[in-house]
T-cell receptor
Framework: SQTIHQWPATLVQPVGSPLSLECTVE??????LYWYRQAAGRGLQLLFYSVGIGQISSEVPQNLSASRPQDRQFILSSKKLLLSDSGFYLCAWNLGANEQFFGPGTRLTVL | DAKTTQPNSMESNEEEPVHLPCNHS???????IHWYRQLPSQGPEYVIHGLTSNVNNRMASLAIAEDRKSSTLILHRATLRDAAVYYC????????????FGKGTRLHILP
């Protein structure tokens, strides 16, 4: 069966510090991968998606970046965090137009 | 992209059926109607999807209008654990479309 992992579960970082969030998927090959962010009390915002290794599409301009070094690994990064980067970060995967599966999420607080 | 319209919030009593409406008047012939829900502090989870015919699964039923311009998610017997934000989303079955979440309907269950 397929499983999606995200870590860490929670993170508190100072403004200006770097960020690296990791997501891995097990039990499937060549999935589409997604990063979403949900600010407190707000909706889900799609940040990045990837249809293959090294292929990243950005949905919104920001100081975040994403990379896909392996088929089932998706990384969200920042060189310098802003206060506005606080939120609940969710990784997700799907195969084509089928059901999408979400990870447990990382709750990031930037102080 | 075809859009969906949902009420911002709804209330229902525990152990009663809940009907969550969704309008999608610009739906195309190849769009599937998907429903997801997001419980507090969790990532979204898939509920159900359909194309033209009504669908049933262990979580819910999906009733699709004959002209496909609207649909209704039916929870047959709501419990407190069904309190969540419910999202109605259209996905083209022929494309690897990214999922863009709208605001959804926040469902409150009254004990």
């Amino acid at each position: 069966s397929q499983t999606i992992h995200q870590w860490p579960a929670t993170l508190v970082q100072p403004v200006g510090s770097p960020l690296s969030l990791e997501c891995t998927v097990e039990g499937t090959s060549n999935p589409n991968l997604y990063w979403y962010r949900q600010a407190a009390g707000r909706g889900l915002q799609l940040l990045f998606y990837s249809v293959g290794i090294g292929q990243i599409s950005s949905e919104v301009p920001q100081n975040l970046s994403a990379s896909r070094p392996q088929d089932r690994q998706f990384i969200l990064s920042s060189k310098k965090l802003l206060l506005s980067d606080s939120g609940f970060y969710l990784c997700a995967w799907n195969l084509g137009a089928n059901e999408q599966f979400f990870g447990p999420g990382t709750r990031l607080t930037v102080l | 992209d075809a859009k969906t319209t949902q009420p911002n919030s709804m209330e229902s009593n525990e152990e009663e059926p809940v009907h969550l409406p969704c309008n999608h008047s610009t739906i195309s012939g190849t769009d599937y109607i998907h429903w997801y829900r997001q419980l507090p502090s969790q990532g979204p989870e898939y509920v159900i999807h359909g194309l033209t015919s009504n669908v049933n699964n262990r979580m819910a039923s999906l009733a699709i209008a004959e002209d496909r311009k609207s649909s209704t998610l039916i929870l047959h017997r709501a419990t407190l654990r069904d309190a969540a934000v419910y999202y109605c989303i259209l996905r083209d079955r022929n494309r690897d479309d990214k999922i863009i979440f709208g605001k959804g309907t926040r469902l409150h269950i009254l004990p």
